[in-house]
C-alpha cells in the first residue's frame, strides 16, 4: 500500500518552531516531488512548499517565504518541513503529497496524487 505519513505537528507559541516530517510507505520519496499543504477551519487548501524530486528545486509560496524550509533525507526515506517564527495564522492541519513530475511555481492539490492523513500545527499563547 502506497502511503505517506506526517508527523511532528503540536502545540507552539508565537515566534517558536516546529519541525515536521513526511515519510513514505511503500513510496521511495526521491522518485517524486514531494509538498507540503495546509488547510485552516473555512479556508481553502493551501500550497506552501515544494521539494523536485531531486531537491535542487524548492518552491515557497508568499506566506511562508523565509520562515520555512523543506528539505530531504533520502537515507531515511523523509521530506521535513522546518518552520520558524511561527504565528498564528499559521494555524492548520499540515499535508504532505507526492506527485511524479515536477515542481511546478504554483503549488497545486489538484496535480498532487498521493497524500498523507495531516497532522495538526496550533500556534497559540
Known amino acids: 500500500q502506497l502511503q505517506l505519513v506526517e508527523s511532528g505537528g503540536g502545540l507552539v507559541q508565537p515566534g517558536g518552531s516546529l519541525r515536521l516530517s513526511c515519510g513514505g510507505s511503500?513510496?521511495?520519496?526521491?522518485?517524486?516531488?514531494i509538498a507540503w499543504f495546509r488547510q485552516a477551519p473555512g479556508k481553502e487548501r493551501e500550497g506552501i512548499a515544494c521539494?523536485?524530486?531531486?531537491?535542487?528545486?524548492?518552491v515557497y509560496a508568499d506566506s511562508v517565504k523565509g520562515r520555512f524550509t523543506i528539505s530531504r533525507d533520502n537515507a531515511k526515506n523523509t521530506v521535513n518541513l522546518q518552520m520558524t517564527s511561527l504565528k498564528p495564522e499559521d494555524t492548520a492541519v499540515y499535508y504532505c503529497?507526492?506527485?511524479?513530475?515536477?515542481?511546478?511555481?504554483?503549488?497545486?492539490?489538484?496535480?498532487?496524487?498521493?497524500w498523507g492523513q495531516g497532522t495538526q500545527v496550533t500556534v497559540s499563547s
Open positions: 503529497a507526492a506527485e511524479i513530475a515536477a515542481c511546478w511555481d504554483s503549488i497545486k492539490a489538484s496535480t498532487y496524487d498521493y
Open positions: 521539494s523536485s524530486s531531486s531537491g535542487d528545486r524548492t
Open positions: 511503500g513510496l521511495t520519496l526521491d522518485n517524486f516531488a
